[in-house]
């Protein structure tokens, strides 16, 4: 390109310096130099037209972070919306308002979480998309290659740089990420991939260097990604594929490692026979079926060559001395020239396709990358509140069946309870022996019933509230096991937090029920008369003359048992109907509170989930945007054999 800038001078003082008097021939340049002036200027033209592409690309992507920027409204809306969903206190069957407050303003605080992580999204895409900005008028070209591959010698290469940030030995010499200009095209040499002092690992097996190198990457143009003839790793292959499914193009240069210190061994072996695609043709071979598909240019290189053509000092000058070799000749060998001519040719046929890719990818990634994160925990989410949802309902059915079972067997439990407390057969002797008249005896059959019979509904349905407390204490630790060991959110446990929080806010946590004294005093009264009317009218056939002591206990017993039965069976329907009008309400109520807040706090998920689905639907159609402006840039350059047609920046 020094040459191309030199010619155009002497052209330029040629033209200035032309006497076109009479009798006179001009001294015109050289075709072969008219020929380098005219590459030269349709590529400062393709340069101009791609500047211009990528303004309007730019445009056009600031539009789609603004309509991002509008999803921070649908979730404020979505916001006043779920003010109004009442979160209940669960199974908490008293009148617990402060925990029902609580838990809705815990699950507020989760929403207006989200909202912020959703804005913090927007923020930072337009921050990085206005990165973009900066260097609309340069090609990004990026090397990538692990530690001592030869990455620094090209970038020097490149850009005519004095050697001396060249590593020696086997330290990763690059350890940051450094930028130089050649012309419009910026050369960025990032730090050794694949070095064995990258030690910041993530999850993913990525450390700290190389993640920067892939930030990099998601701004570039073109990279280059280089190897060794003499050891390509498999680690390289997988890596140079990760880098080719990013759509990016790339050049792969292929250092061949032929050592030019001893040049007259090297001449007499004809090494430089080796830096040519046919003695390579093994490699090239491995390096193409790691890509699949995927089409890449492959180039041998040596810079070891290149790094001797470019240095200056006393011993290098002794080598050219003592070699008879030229700088020139070096440089030849290195075929550095050919990879300015790949890059030139690439930007003059695929330049403002390349733009536009670069432009457009860099948002897309950036959305994707948000939605991505933010998906799994969202899903996660949504997954454990429906099996909550589903685990509730099935608790729900267990608790149907044992109220059922309960009101079958109520007749039963409280006669089981009721004769365990009342012995009518020693009621019955203690009269006979005392010779009780019917007043006494009804006074004393009153009292027992008065006595013990009020302590057999509390102690019936104190069984039955612990069989309910069971059946709900067993679902909360399935509802603990659920979201302790289920959610998907490893290597995001700070970012899902807040959903985790809502899935907590659909579990039942134990000791929430409460006892069967939370439902008040079962009443008493019309079960004791029913039974003292029927006794009354039962009493008058015991005190005759010629009946044995026995016989009467045992008649007297028998009415005892009839009266009994007839309080029981008084006393288990008023025991039921409390349970129907209000127990067994309060308890399936509860659950049904459960239900309905479980299913909204799905609601909750799903609208994120929607609202997160957005940004995946936001990239793809930008994906499609992408395919279509590639091809037509494409066809465009393809038709005028280069860019002939300027856009107007938007």
């Known amino acids: 390109m020094n040459k191309i800038l030199k010619k155009i001078s002497e052209i330029t003082s040629s033209v200035q310096g032309l006497d076109f008097a009479k009798n006179k021939t001009p001294q015109l340049p050289k075709p072969d130099v008219i020929r380098l002036v005219e590459d030269y200027l349709n590529f400062l033209k393709a340069l101009i037209y791609c500047k211009e592409i990528a303004c309007r690309e730019y445009d056009s992507v600031t539009e789609e972070v603004r309509k991002i920027g509008s999803l921070d409204n649908e979730v404020q809306l979505l916001l006043t919306r779920l003010r109004e969903v009442e979160i209940p206190g669960y199974l908490n069957l008293g009148k617990n308002q402060p925990n029902q407050k609580k838990s809705a303003a815990q699950l507020q605080s989760t929403i207006n979480l989200f909202a912020r992580s959703l804005k913090d999204a927007v923020r930072n895409i337009q921050e990085k998309t206005l990165l973009l900005k900066d260097d609309l008028t340069k090609f990004k070209v990026v090397l990538f290659g692990k530690t001592k591959v030869g990455k620094s010698t090209v970038r020097e290469a490149l850009t005519r740089g004095s050697g001396e940030s060249i590593g020696k030995g086997g330290q990763s ?6 930028d130089y200009t050649w012309y419009n095209l910026k050369v960025y040499d990032t730090p050794g991939s694949l070095s064995v002092r990258d030690k910041n690992k993530d999850g993913t097996g990525i450390g700290e260097e190389e993640r920067m190198a892939h930030d990099l990457l998601l701004r570039a143009d073109i990279a280059l990604f280089m190897f060794t003839s003499d050891n390509i790793e498999q680690a390289e292959l997988k890596y ?19 050592d030019i210190s001893d040049y007259r061994m090297f001449k007499l072996r ?3 026979r080796e830096v040519s695609p046919e003695a390579q043709a093994g490699n090239f071979a491995r390096i193409s079926s790691a890509v699949g598909n995927r089409k890449v240019e492959i180039l041998p290189i040596h810079a070891q060559a ?8 006393p011993e290098l000058d002794r080598f050219f001395r003592e070699n008879e070799v030229s700088r020139i000749d070096l440089y030849e060998l290195s075929r ?14 695929r330049g403002a396709a390349i733009r536009v890719r670069t432009i457009r990818e860099y948002f897309i990634s950036q959305v994707e990358y948000f939605a991505q994160k933010n998906s799994r925990p969202i899903d996660s989410c949504l997954k454990q509140t429906e099996q909550v949802l589903k685990l509730i309902r099935k608790t729900e059915q267990k608790v149907e069946r044992c109220i059922a079972s309960f009101k079958d067997s109520l007749g039963i439990m409280i006669a089981t309870e009721a004769r365990e407390l009342i012995d009518t057969y020693d009621i019955a002797e203690t009269c006979i022996e005392n010779k009780y008249g019917k007043d006494t005896i009804q006074g004393l059959w009153n009292s027992e019933l008065q006595e013990k019979l009020p302590s057999v509904p509390e102690k019936v349905l104190q069984n039955f509230m612990a069989e309910i407390r069971e059946i709900l204490e067993e679902m909360s630790r399935q509802v603990e096991f659920i979201i302790e060991t289920n959610a998907d959110f490893s290597g995001l446990e700070a970012y899902s937090l807040p959903w985790a929080d809502i899935m907590k806010f659909g579990g039942i ?9 939370a439902f008040g005093w079962i009443p008493g009264g019309g079960w004791a008369v029913a039974g003292l009317a029927l006794l009354g009218a039962a009493l008058g056939f015991i005190a005759g003359l010629f009946k044995s002591k026995a016989t009467k206990i045992r008649e007297l017993e028998e009415k005892f048992d009839e009266c009994l039965d007839e309080a029981i069976s008084s006393l288990a329907g008023q025991v039921l109907k409390v349970c129907e ?4 309400p309060s308890i399936l109520g509860k659950i049904d509170e459960a239900v309905n807040a479980q299913q909204a706090l799905i609601h909750i998920c799903r609208a994120f989930a929607d ?13 499609e945007k992408l395919a279509e402006r590639e091809a037509r840039l494409l066809s465009d350059s393809s038709r005028s054999n280069g860019p002939r047609e300027t856009v107007k920046p938007a």
Do not use: M
């Not at 946590?509 to 004294?517: C, E, I, K, Q, R």
């Open 173 to 178: 010499t690059t350890q940051e990420i450094h």
């Open 240 to 258: 140079l594929n990760e880098i080719c499914a990013k759509g990016k193009d790339i050049l792969v240069l292929l250092n061949v490692k032929a």
């Open 270 to 272: 004809r090494k430089e």
């Open 581 to 584: 009008e209000q127990v067994f």
């Open 509 to 517: 946590t134990s000791g929430l029920l409460a006892t069967a004294a």
């Open 336 to 349: 550095f020239g050919e990879i300015r001519n790949r890059l030139v040719k690439n930007i003059l046929e």
């Open 306 to 313: 290149a790094f001797y053509s470019r240095g200056h000092n």
């Open 611 to 623: 609202l997160n689905q957005s940004l995946f639907r936001t990239a793809s159609e930008n994906r």
